[in-house]
């Protein structure tokens, strides 16, 4: 499965249709390419086809090798997973990729407020992955649409909503617990441990967007 990677995309704000998802880490060969398949893959799981419901998800790095492969690890790691690495292409963070995004998920906090200084009005769309699904838990899925009778992209923008409403009032417990550190360079069982945690905070994630369940 591939979907639209945003390239040269015009700076038309986002539309009614579809939920874009922007997963942002340094170089975009490890940390945010992994997430950016995990998600997709989960999606199918969930979904069939992701862009069926309307649902986009990309990935680039604020120091992006523009046009590299993913590291070799991280190729591993999606293999583990029954993910899809075929095709993925590096990219280097632009104005267009936020100006797109309904939903900006980063490795770090430092990451998150490169995302928020580009400005675009990103602040309330722009969180770590680890804090959205430290939210996205505290959400009552009830209060959200129903994504049979109204969408799953619906669904999804009112996550957000409800999980900016939150971040003033759910706070890490501790510095570190939003982080999900970089694994370039290191060894193979590092790299399937950075993968095991971002798994982990995806699920949750996925099943509040789509309002099913995983059938793992």
Not at 82 to 104: N, S
């Amino acid at each position: 499965m591939t979907a639209p990677e945003g390239r040269g995309i015009a700076e038309s704000g986002r539309t009614a249709s579809t939920f874009r998802i922007l997963h942002v880490s340094t170089g975009n060969v490890c940390r945010s390419p992994i997430t950016e398949r995990l998600t997709r893959h989960a999606l199918s799981d969930r979904l069939g086809d992701p862009l069926t419901g309307g649902l986009i998800v990309e990935s680039a790095g604020t120091w992006g090798h523009e046009g590299a492969p993913m590291e070799a690890n991280a190729e591993i790691v999606l293999a583990d997973f029954g993910a899809d690495a075929t095709g993925f292409v590096g990219r280097e963070l632009l104005d267009e990729h936020v100006i797109r995004a309904d939903l900006v998920l980063t490795a770090t906090r430092d990451h998150r407020a490169q995302v928020i200084s580009m400005g675009h009005s990103a602040g309330l769309r722009t969180f770590t992955l680890k804090e959205f699904t430290r939210l996205v838990r505290a959400i009552d899925p009830a209060t959200l649409p129903d994504p049979r009778e109204d969408g799953v992209v619906e669904r999804a923008r009112a996550l957000v909503r409800a999980a900016a409403a939150l971040r003033g009032w759910l706070l890490a417990p501790s510095p570190d617990a939003d982080e999900v550190f970089d694994p370039y360079g290191a060894p193979i069982t590092f790299f399937r441990s950075i993968g095991d945690e971002i798994h982990q905070a995806l699920d949750p994630v996925v099943t509040a967007l789509t309002g099913v369940e995983s059938r793992g």
